[in-house]
């Protein structure tokens, strides 16, 4: 999906997603299901899409 | 729920859906909780293929209480209860709302003391979003999101023209939200560079709950120059009845006869969390900074009916793709005169897809359908234009076109990187660093799954004569009862 990123929450461990807009404005991410606000490179696990072009 | 007769508003299409067609109407009053409870009914319902509107009695506000207010969702699943909304048909409902928006009427000011919505008035510390009972529906969502919402600006510099648009509205405290406000929106663009740079606030409104022909009638596309009360009026066939808000006296008029009204002012600067949610393409839409609405008051009527969109449902479907449906009409009648009748089909979210119907009469036509409805709305990506022969509210049958009467190597049309929206997954960004709604391009494209136009001969389809299928009546071969009992196929 080109407008969204997953992170995993590191105090949940839960999987959402996040505005690649956050990232680059270096803006907390916040999860959904705990309410945890962290940096997003302290995401247990990040996953961009391609900025260009969708593979499938 | 009693009110006066004559004005077109939710109490008195309610009581016309009560009268004609009762069994459209549901009142759940056993306790419902606003977090994913509601939803699961909902969806149920959708998976029965039912679509009733649903009024739930007993919820939990998000402030923990019980909601002094009853939620009323699926307004808009019914396509019949939106053509009657529309004093329509179901086959003709997107192309009446064409031309009904078409014919404005100024709207109708009226005092205070007339007006519903202002029978409770709360302004200061009194008032407080989370007393509605707005809902948690889907897992991965993280806030409350009021979504039965109309966003309104008013610009009071060239004439009195109103902006309206349905804007989500996220609740972040008792008297601040973020506001659904994207580039490209016209309440948006008119004002942003004007209150950027004088750094005052832009008075907006947001009513919720009205009736169906109103809120659809906010949903209408006409240039950004054109008050959007008078095309409301038209989508009512009646003119708007609108009263001084509380914040900005006649400067800014509410529709008197809306179930609640918020009056806010949203910064100029500001942003805020729009917190992850659910979106009309059936995904999650990631957190986004938008726009913060500080709430200066809130009024409603004394039983106010708290209207929500069922998302991911047929509600929102119709809600936003009969209004489209005229607009693509309009739009391939003049490169296809004898188009007969457009439907975006909830396989599409009625966003995405398009079936077009036309009388054929000559070679090229099918194409020239797929090129003129791919330019109305960005969401647009797939157009099927069919024969009038072709049921285009039935899927299967428009596919059965498909299958029968196109070639990929002749009847496609594909138009490479053209507008789209970011809630279509499979878009493409650009490399901007700014990832704006501009910024997302995708392929979009067309079949024609028309006959040879004549005299070109092609196949003939099969058919029981019309006198003996209009004569044949089920009930008088297999009795109603066991008629009844027949599970339906899926």
């Known amino acids: ?56 | 729920m009693g009110t006066r007769t004559e004005v077109k508003d939710l109490r008195r299409f309610l009581a016309e859906v009560k009268r004609r067609f009762p069994e459209e109407l549901v009142r759940v009053k056993r306790p419902v909780d606003l977090r994913f409870e509601m939803s699961a009914v909902l969806v149920k319902l959708d998976r029965a293929h039912k679509f009733p509107i649903v009024i739930f009695d007993n919820l939990q506000a998000a402030s923990g209480k019980s909601s002094a207010f009853p939620l009323l969702s699926n307004l808009f699943a019914s396509r019949n209860l939106c053509a009657m909304a529309l004093e329509s048909s179901v086959e003709r409902v997107g192309l009446d709302y064409d031309l009904r928006t078409q014919s404005a009427k100024t709207p109708l000011v009226v005092a205070k003391k007339n007006a519903p919505v202002k029978q409770v008035v709360k302004k200061g510390n009194d008032v407080n979003l989370f007393n509605f009972p707005v809902p948690l529906p889907y897992h991965m969502e993280g806030g409350r999101t009021i979504l039965g919402s109309v966003v309104t600006t008013v610009d009071n510099q060239a004439g009195t023209t109103y902006n309206c648009a349905y804007q989500t509205l996220r609740v972040l405290e008792p008297r601040k939200a973020t506001v659904g406000l994207g580039e490209g929106t016209h309440n948006w663009e008119r004002y942003r560079e004007r209150v950027e740079k004088t750094g005052e606030g832009l008075p907006v409104v947001a009513w919720i709950g009205h009736h169906p022909a109103a809120c659809m009638g906010a949903l209408t596309r006409v240039p950004i120059d054109v008050d959007e009360y008078s095309v409301i009026g038209g989508a009512l066939g009646e003119p708007l009845r609108v009263t001084p808000s509380e914040t900005w006296g006649e400067k800014f008029l509410v529709p008197a006869d809306a179930e609640i009204v918020i009056e806010g002012i949203i910064p100029p600067k500001e942003r805020g969390r729009h917190g992850l949610r659910a979106d009309y393409a059936r995904y999650y839409s990631p957190e986004t900074l938008r726009p913060v609405i500080n709430v200066q008051a809130i009024t409603c009527r004394r039983d106010a009916i708290y209207h929500d969109i069922h998302l991911g449902g047929r509600d929102q479907d119709h809600l936003g793709g009969i209004p489209l449906e005229g607009s693509i009409y309009r739009a391939v009648k003049q490169a296809v005169p004898t188009v007969k009748n457009v439907h975006l089909p909830s396989s599409g979210c009625s966003r995405f897809h398009a079936y077009v119907q036309i009388k054929k009469t000559s070679a090229g036509q099918g194409r020239e359908a797929i090129v003129a409805a791919l330019s109305v709305d960005r969401r647009l990506k797939h157009i099927v234009v069919v024969d009038e022969d072709i049921n285009i509210f039935d899927d299967a049958e428009v596919l059965w076109a498909v299958a029968t009467r196109s070639r990929w190597d002749r009847d496609l049309v594909v138009v490479p990187n053209m507008i789209s929206t970011t809630r279509d997954p499979t878009a493409y960004a650009s490399s901007s660093p700014e990832l704006a709604y501009h910024s997302y391009t995708v392929a979009k494209g067309g079949i024609d799954a028309t006959m040879p136009a004549p005299p070109e001969p092609f196949e003939i389809r099969i058919k029981v004569p019309d006198d003996v299928m209009r004569k044949a009546e089920l009930k008088d071969y297999i009795r109603s009862d066991a008629l009844t009992k027949i599970p339906l196929d899926a």
């Open chain 1, 1 to 56: 999906m080109a407008s969204s990123m997953r992170v995993v929450c590191p105090g949940c461990d839960q999987e959402f997603l996040v505005s690649p807009q956050f990232e680059r404005l270096k803006i907390a991410a916040k999860c959904p299901f705990c309410e945890k606000e962290f940096p997003i490179e302290q995401s247990k696990k990040i996953v961009r899409p391609s900025p260009i072009l969708l593979v499938k």
